[in-house]
């Protein structure tokens, strides 16, 4: 009997210690009988400058329309990404234009611009750009605030200990950080040591910066000399933006630069600015592999590129870079 007792003892420690931690998934009961395996990579989609004055406040206030109808219907494209990330043009705040700067192009968003931003996944944004002080301080801590109350989280500030975010996603710990170079309210100079400390600190650093030549469809001797110092600091990977248009990219040092992903939301309809980029990156132990998702802006709402257009532009852009159809791996 007692030995009957200790076997049945050994069998309930090892059920206890074994089935909630087998190997490296979990057990999920008898209904379930499956075993699903941790996440192992880090998955990041970033996407250019999204601006709700203006022409796009007009359709929405004026026309009915979601300026997000297209890419509502394909969100299933867009699922799986740890962080949705996007350049935030301007100040959710509601105040006296007369009373931000004045300058020739004032951004003032409505409050329900985080609900918007939330309804197709975004849960990061940069405010790291030439457009967030538009209402002055009282205009960016409106914004933080209107963010803080969806759970969308942001990158950028006027002080350099301020302008990083750190999140763990998958057990690796990942530093994103928002930079400007337009107006610069953080010297670019501070950002190196920064990065490579953040690099020492974590697995991953991921950059967001505001930077370039407008309209320009190639990146500037700047925006190169800048982005190859920051990898040599310890980014990981750094998202463009400003320009208005896609940019082209560049490998330096096994690390993507994505030069400028151009506007996502925006009433720009001239030149090429009505041509956007998404880049989704994922983070392996042994490789990062990259999707693009180009798309059109048709009256201020960006929709996804497919088939035959989406190849074209993929070809096109990945120009001497090995790659199968729109993706690639480094």
């Not at 990579?41 to 203006?54: A, Q, T, W």
């Not at 935030?88 to 020739?104: F, H, N, W, Y």
């Not at 990156?281 to 490789?287: D, P, Q």
Request: charged letters at 25%; a neutral charge; glycine letters at 8%.
């Amino acid at each position: 009997m007692k030995k009957l007792l200790t076997i049945f003892l050994i069998l309930i420690v090892g059920l206890v210690l074994f089935l909630p931690n087998w190997g490296d998934g979990y057990y999920l009961g008898e209904k379930a009988k499956e075993i699903i395996f941790p996440k192992s990579s880090v998955k990041i989609l970033n996407f250019g400058d999204v601006m709700f004055d203006r022409g796009v406040r007009n359709i929405i206030e004026n026309k009915g329309r979601d300026p997000l109808e297209y890419i509502k219907k394909d969100l299933k494209e867009l699922k799986g990404f740890d962080v949705f990330l996007v350049n935030l043009e301007g100040p959710i705040v509601t105040m006296d234009r007369s009373k931000c700067q004045q300058k020739a192009y004032n951004f003032q968003f409505a409050s329900d611009t985080p609900d918007r931003l939330k309804s197709i996944g975004v849960n990061m944004v940069s405010l790291a750009n030439n457009h967030s002080y538009d209402c002055y301080k009282v205009g960016f801590e409106s914004t933080k605030q209107a963010l803080f109350k969806v759970g969308i989280e942001y990158v950028g500030d006027s002080e350099l200990e301020k302008s990083y975010l750190v999140k763990e996603i998958a057990g690796k710990k990942v530093a994103f950080v928002g930079m400007d170079e337009t107006v610069q309210t953080v010297p670019l100079s501070n950002f190196y040591p920064l990065v490579k400390k953040l690099k020492t600190e974590n697995d991953l650093v991921v950059v967001n910066i505001h930077w370039g030549t407008e309209y320009l469809l190639t990146n500037n001797a700047n925006q190169k000399a800048i982005a190859h110092k920051l990898i040599d600091s310890g980014a990981d990977v750094i998202f463009g933006h400003h320009p208005h248009v896609v940019e082209n990219m560049e490998v330096y040092k096994g690390k993507a630069i994505f030069y400028s992903l151009g506007n996502f939301v925006f009433d720009q309809n001239f030149g090429n600015t009505t041509v956007g980029l998404g880049v989704g990156v994922e983070f392996k132990e042994k490789e990062i592999s990259f999707e693009l998702f180009p798309f059109n802006i048709k009256i201020f709402a960006p929709d996804l590129m497919k088939g035959e257009e989406r190849e074209v532009f993929c070809e096109k852009f990945l120009k001497g870079l090995e790659h199968k159809s729109c993706e690639f791996v480094i």
